[in-house]
């Protein structure tokens, strides 16, 4: 992969920040956009802007064929079976909370089980907590390996005939644990359960198909992956969906309208009411364009590399802690001893370094940590081994601003 070639195609990487050269090491939490979904959005918004699936002009015909198009392309993505099991939503957040709302209030009862673990994103935590309070059911937690992995044998003693659902994310947002999903996909399904898989910090980064996964449902979001903010994307098996009621009513999901009841739209629009994200579906499928055209297995391996590299230099600064397995997807999270994450990250910045600091929306994760806080570089395809020793320069600066006191 021809890094300098891909850094080209995104314009807001050839700045300055705070007086030096950006180094953007946040994209675990938002990527860059490259210049081929920027001006897919302009495109849609200077030539064909309008509403989907109801006028039959130009225009809208136009925006219908794109917007349907994306889908099709979001399908071809994640080698879903039929665009019928790809629903647009407004993020990963969206996406789970529509699981819980629909699927689980109305499989779950007294006495069952989700179960999930302790490193989720708090959006595959709050919205089972919510359910779980609701329907009677007990929210179950998988116990984690000291490394932050997961051991199949845990798995199977988790997950038993009491189980309805599995809810767990591909990969960690802090450890950067590569979980083993689709083999917990087949414990689950052993016991009758069906399986969520949080896709939102493996869908931008590598291959996904899931059909060999066997998720029930896979969720993520177009912004982590060079689309725009505000799309995102529910997978979910044609025979799950079809017997899933819709969480919003209104326009474009619905089929016939009488006084007192009304049918809804077959999939996937039954789960889209309203006018939908056009513009954000549009240019999610630039972005798909993108990146499938560069190659998702290029892309893993070359944050891999950057992962293990940047690992490698970070533990030769003393004080250094870094959290996870070694073998993790392209994110590094950390704490500098006594150095609160805020305060390094002020200091990077200073230095036109952005990492994240906090609890990552995680904050179960970092009670499991023993930490209060931590602070993360997370890398992506168009990032460098130069950009790796800036962040150590960086840490070291950091070191002597603090005054040494390691």
Known sequence: MDVKAVRDQFPILHQEVNGHPLVYLDSSATSQKPIQVIEKLDEYYRGYNSNVHRGVHTLGTKATDEYEGAREKVRRFISASSTQEVIFTRGTTTAINTVAASYGRTNLGEGDEVVITPMEHHSNIIPWQQVAKETGATLKYMPLQPDGTISLEDARETITERTKIVAIMHVSNVLGTINPVKEIAQIAHQHGAVMLVDGAQSAPHMRIDVQDLDADFYAFSGHKMCGPTGIGVLYGKKSLLRDMEPV??????????????????????????????????????????????????????????????AQEQMKKIDGMTIYGPNERAGLVTFNLSDVHPHDLATVLDAEGIAVRAGHHCAQPLMRWLEVSATARASFYLYNTEEEIDRLVEGLQTTKEYFGDVF
């Open 248 to 309: 919003e009513f209104g326009g474009e999901m619905i089929d016939f309208v009488n006084w007192y009841d009304s049918t809804w739209k077959e999939l996937p629009w039954k789960f889209e009411g309203g006018t939908p994200i056009i513009a954000g579906a549009v240019g999610l499928g630039a972005a798909i364009d993108f990146l499938t055209e560069i190659g998702l297995d290029d892309i893993k391996a070359h944050e891999q590399k950057l992962a293990d590299y």
